[in-house]
Every structure is written in C-alpha cells, then in structure tokens.
T-cell receptor, first 112, second 115 residues
Framework: DQQVKQNSPSLSVQEGRISILNCDYT??????FLWYKKYPAEGPTFLIS?????DKNEDGRFTVFLNKSAKHLSLHIVPSQPGDSAVYFC???????????FGTGTRLKVLA | GAGVSQSPSNKVTEKGKDVELRCDPI?????LYWYRQRLGQGLEFLIY????????KSGLPSDRFSAERTGESVSTLTIQRTQQEDSAVYLC?????????????FGSGTQLSVL
C-alpha cells in the first residue's frame, strides 16, 4: 500500500514559468512533510518542509502548500530554472515516529 | 567529514555472493537510516538506528539482509546470497536525534548490481 503517492512521473516546464509538483497521502496521522531534490548519482538533498499546523511554507523560489482535508501537498517553484531539473520526492511522517515514507518521485525538466 | 559518506559508490556482484555496504554518518548524528531505491521506484525504508536503542528492522525485505552500527558511528548493511532483485541504489541517511520534524541528510548511495 503506497501511503505517499506522486502520480506524475515526469513534468516539463519552460524556464521562467511555474513548476507545480503534487503529492497525495493516505495516512491521516501524517503531520510533517518534506520535499527532497535528487540529481543523478547523488543522494537526495533537503529542499523544504511543512508541519501540519501550517498550510503554507515559503523559502525563496520554493513554496509548499498543504491541504489537510484533501491529504494533498504541492511544491511550487517560481521562476523555474534549468538547474532545478532533477527528481523531486515528497516524504511524510507522523509525530512520535522517525520513519519517513517517501513517494516515487517526479522528474522535473526545465527547458531553457 | 562534512556529509554522509557511503562506500563503495558502485558494486557489481554475482548472484549468490555476499556484499557489504558501508555508511559513515555525519559526526554527532545519533540517528541513522538505510533506504533502498529500485529502478523507477521510491525510497523504501529498510532499517533505523538510534543511539544504543534496539534498531527498527521492520523494513528489511528478508533474512538475507542485516545491518549493524558501531555506537553512533559507522554502519554496515550486509546482503547475503544476493539475488537479482536486490539490484538497487542503497542510500544511507543520518539525522541529529531521529525525532519528529527532523530532516534527513543522505549520502550519495551505493549502486548495487547483481548479475
């Protein structure tokens, strides 16, 4: 049972436009969410996180939105840059545990 | 070192052989995780170590898989009698305490290919 789902395996966006990456989860106990970026032959690197007490968190060009009722989160990148081309993973955990459940990833390609 | 270090970066082995993968976490990080990423799939939790507590082995796929950690430092993931379905990137991560609301720092992974 896939508790964290990223239904779009890939996404292409023109440079300068907005990239929107989506993530859905099924476990209502999840209350902490993270986004990671992964380049080929490198480990995932932390991008941004959000706690369930918020519905939005912003860091520079990156904003994460959380819709608890829909069990949905999204990552917005504005403006998109060619260097943003990577695989993006969302991950979730619930308070009191240490186990992070990851989605299958979305490959973003930003076209110059 | 400054980051999580894994070795080897690549390992090719024959079916039936044993392999050992190593992880050096960030100094001072008490929590250590192993994840696996098969081709086209997400990160799959394998095992978690926190300080001197008993590890959470709930993600290990079979008894051919085992892992050890020496204190709060190096960890070794061992796969015995490797099978072709073990081919994957094995990722190690560490965090400060392994508690909630903590981010994980990942190594570059070991690409394991079982022929």
């Amino acid at each position: 049972d896939q508790q964290v789902k990223q239904n779009s395996p890939s996404l292409s966006v023109q440079e300068g436009r907005i990239s929107i990456l989506n993530c859905d989860y099924t476990n209502s106990m999840f209350d902490y969410f993270l986004w990671y970026k992964k380049y080929p032959a490198e480990g995932p690197t932390f991008l941004i996180s959000i706690s369930s007490i918020k519905d939005k968190n912003e860091d520079g060009r990156f904003t994460v939105f959380l819709n608890k009722s829909a069990k949905h989160l999204s990552l917005h990148i504005v403006p998109s840059q060619p260097g943003d081309s990577a695989v993006y993973f969302c991950a979730a955990s619930d308070s009191g545990t240490y186990k992070y459940i990851f989605g299958t990833g979305t490959r973003l390609k930003v076209l110059a | 070192g400054a980051g999580v270090s894994q070795s080897p970066s690549n390992k090719v082995t024959e079916k039936g052989k044993d392999v050992e993968l190593r992880c050096d976490p960030i100094s001072g990080h008490t929590a250590l995780y192993w994840y696996r990423q098969r081709l086209g799939q997400g990160l799959e939790f394998l095992i978690y170590f926190q300080g001197n507590s008993a590890p959470d082995k709930s993600g290990l796929p079979s008894d051919r898989f085992s892992a050890e950690r020496t204190g709060e430092s190096v960890s070794t993931l061992t796969i015995q009698r490797t099978q072709q379905e073990d081919s994957a990137v094995y990722l190690c991560a560490s965090s400060v305490r392994g508690g909630t609301n903590e981010k994980l720092f990942f190594g570059s992974g070991t690409q394991l290919s079982v022929l």
